[in-house]
């Protein structure tokens, strides 16, 4: 930790304290949303904000002009601009692990080899020499010019890791469907669940499927299990078909043909079966899940080609640059990191969720629920001192209008208030009409109705203005004032991507600042992988299970009676 200065505790500066007096202020003097828009014709110019593809609308947030001045004020109380800067130049700011952060380091231009050299590491430089090889791969793939062992082209690509190595290509692929150009599906394993792979495996031919296998370690647990899964499936297929004849010379040749690697443990690699030329590494300066711009969405350059990777590139570092270099009061990346402090340290809000317009988008939650949680789930600072406020919120979502019919009562009228980003784009892929209706307009209705009724609700007196029996206006009453963020695109392109991935891990940033934690290290999972490991075996050794707590022991015992 050596360098790296203590974190500053929020809660003791002045700015904290100005915010907490704003805050009373504002509960006691009946803070409205529908009164803010109505005593401020200024409101929605004033926060709003454009940023390349994507536009910002702020104005239905629990915020006034004050509110913004102290939230940016306490963000420079915590030193939000210096650890900025530190963590662009490679800095160790992941102290629990020693470590510079630089994943965006992966999107910078070429233009830029030389400007950044971290421990003796010429970085952008490192990171075009695999990507240059990751776009050659990737267009002998989509090509035709890579076949399999009966030299016949890849179709189908299955892509296998876990956490980070998983959720954002998987994310990625479903968001940027349209794009697929090659005629190549892909496929992605995750769990350890053998129905996992069944299932991603069924209906695949052995002859023509190409198996990535995504692991920086070669040693994570589940993506090792599927990926000896996998390799007996393709071996067993090829020789049912007659293919191959079974011997080690021609199944060492299907493998070598049919795997590839993205890792850097290339002895483990090149152990399994796998040309070591046809792995491609990353760096300990990534974290798995910010890592789906590096190696790791390998699956998506065979999918979309490089031309379409190279544009989602561009949008992480334009967001990257904007985020760099816009001060503090108009840079909405900050705000929204520094409002989403505002909701957790001060309305107590515990939850935000993300309700993304746009069915390509439909694992965007799921995404993000592994970028902020695991980044911003501590209970300890980065100098090892307990936190002195509440951290992190638990995202979640579904896309609309899904969404509606399933969860939306609780935001509109439970008892707790969940801030929420909804994110839609002018334009589909898809145009259609239902006889003269246009069917995305009548989605984008949806959209924005849900945020005018939750900034503004309902009275008793509209409600019995509709002519509602009198005992059931308290049911059809909405208050109003639930926060929520717009964010409208153009459309769904690779560089609006980019632009919306690097948000969020921003915004993580800025929140993980102010509450003074480590953000890019993740030790609560590895407590539950070392029992797995000790609680395994006990399933046949009675050794192995007399050390298990009582309760372990019981299950344990009922899975023997009831394992057939």
Known sequence: MAGVPAPIDATQTPEWQALQAHHDKLVASGFSL?????????????LSFDLDDLHFDLSKNLVDDETLKLLVKLGRAVGLEERRSAMFAGEHINTTEDRAVLHTALRRPEAEKGSLVVDGQDVVADVHEVLDRMYAFAERVRSGEWKGVTGKRITDVVSIGIGGSDLGPVM?????????????????????DPNDMAEKVRGLDPQTTLVIVVSKTFTTLETLTNAREAKAWMLEGLRASGAIDGSPEQEAEAIAKHFVAVSTALDKVAEFGIDPQNAFGFWNWVGGRYSVDAAVGLSLIV??????????????????????????????????????????????????????????????PAYLQQLTMESNGKGVRWDGSPVTSDTGEIFWGEPGTNGQHAFYQLIHQGTRMIPADFIAFANTPNPTKDGDQDVHELFLGNFLAQTKALAFGKTAEEVRAEGTPEEIVPARCFTGNRPTTSIFGEALTPHALGELIALYEHITFVEGTVWGIDSFDQWGVELGKQLAKQITPAFHDDEALQGQDASTKALIAYYRAHRK
């Open 34 to 46: 529908k009164k803010s828009f109505a005593n401020d014709p200024q409101r929605v110019r004033k």
């Open 172 to 192: 990625v692929y479903e968001a940027l469907r349209p794009y697929a150009d090659a005629g190549i599906s892909v496929r992605y394993v995750s769990n350890i």
């Open 303 to 364: 999918a979309f080609g490089p031309e379409r990777f190279r544009e989602f590139l561009v949008g992480f570092n334009d967001l990257d640059r904007y985020f760099c270099e816009t001060p503090l009061e108009q840079n909405v990346v900050a705000l929204m990191g520094l409002v989403n402090v505002w909701y957790v340290n001060f309305f107590g809000a515990e939850s935000h969720a993300v309700l993304p317009y746009d069915q390509y988008l439909h694992r965007f």
